[in-house]
């Protein structure tokens, strides 16, 4: 059972607005990642983090911006939403000497 | 670029059949994971094969990593409706830090 959180489960914003989507995880695990992901279609990896204070950019060109202060918590910002972050976000973390990533439940956001 | 390619696509079969889903590679893995993901959820780690050969069974779903550490087959038994979902594979192709899925596969088990 993986112990990683993801909040809100569900919003839904109108454009310009910033939000925060917040992933912690209690496994102490050194990477985490955040993937965007449409409605059936494939995971593409925007922001990762090896460890504290560790953060870089993915395959897919985001918006966003993420911090790692802390290795349980993993937050991910959107300074001016526009409907074109519509979409599932999903985050995941790893032990750094395993390849097994564990996902959280995700979050669906739908920009006004 | 490294791909993994997962075959089928699309499936939609009645319930009480078999099935197999494939997921193939030019590269060479340490090991392979399979998720299962439901509409609007996280994909849900359902096994990690390590071993080329190795075989693992969960319940009715039975796991193949090929020898060469390549592919890897997902086999369902007796399909019921709980087991629609998107189906993944994924792994560190050797040599590499990168994580990737294969394409999925898409499963719709009819009652």
């Known amino acids: 059972e993986a112990d990683i959180y993801q909040t809100p489960r569900y919003l839904v914003i109108g454009t310009g607005k910033k939000i925060t989507l917040e992933c912690s995880q209690t496994?102490?695990?050194?990477?985490m990642y955040w993937y965007q992901q449409d409605p059936g279609m494939e995971l593409h990896l925007i922001h990762y983090?090896?460890?504290?204070?560790?953060?870089e950019k993915g395959d897919l060109s985001s918006e966003s911006t993420v911090s790692r202060i802390r290795t349980e918590h993993f937050p991910l910002t959107l300074e001016s939403a526009r409907p074109s972050h519509t979409s599932q976000y999903l985050c995941a973390s790893r032990r750094a000497a395993q390849d097994t990533q564990y996902f959280g439940p995700g979050t669906r956001l739908t920009v006004l | 670029t490294q791909l993994l390619e997962q075959s089928p696509q699309f499936l939609s079969i009645q319930e009480g059949e078999n099935l197999t889903v494939y997921c193939n590679s030019s590269s060479v893995f340490s090991s392979l994971q399979w998720y299962r993901q439901e509409p609007g959820e996280g994909p849900v780690l359902l096994v990690t094969?390590?071993?080329?050969?190795e075989v693992k069974k969960l319940k009715r779903l039975t796991f193949q990593f090929g020898d060469a550490r390549k592919d890897s087959s997902l086999h369902i038994t007796a399909a019921q409706p709980g087991d629609t979902g998107l189906y993944l594979c994924?792994?560190?192709?050797?040599?590499?830090?990168?994580?990737?899925f294969g394409t999925g596969t898409r499963l719709k088990v009819l009652a």
């Open positions: 496994m102490g695990h050194d990477k």
């Open positions: 094969v390590v071993t080329g050969g």
């Open positions: 994924a792994g560190v192709p050797l040599g590499t830090y990168k994580y990737i």
């Open positions: 983090s090896y460890g504290v204070n560790s953060t």
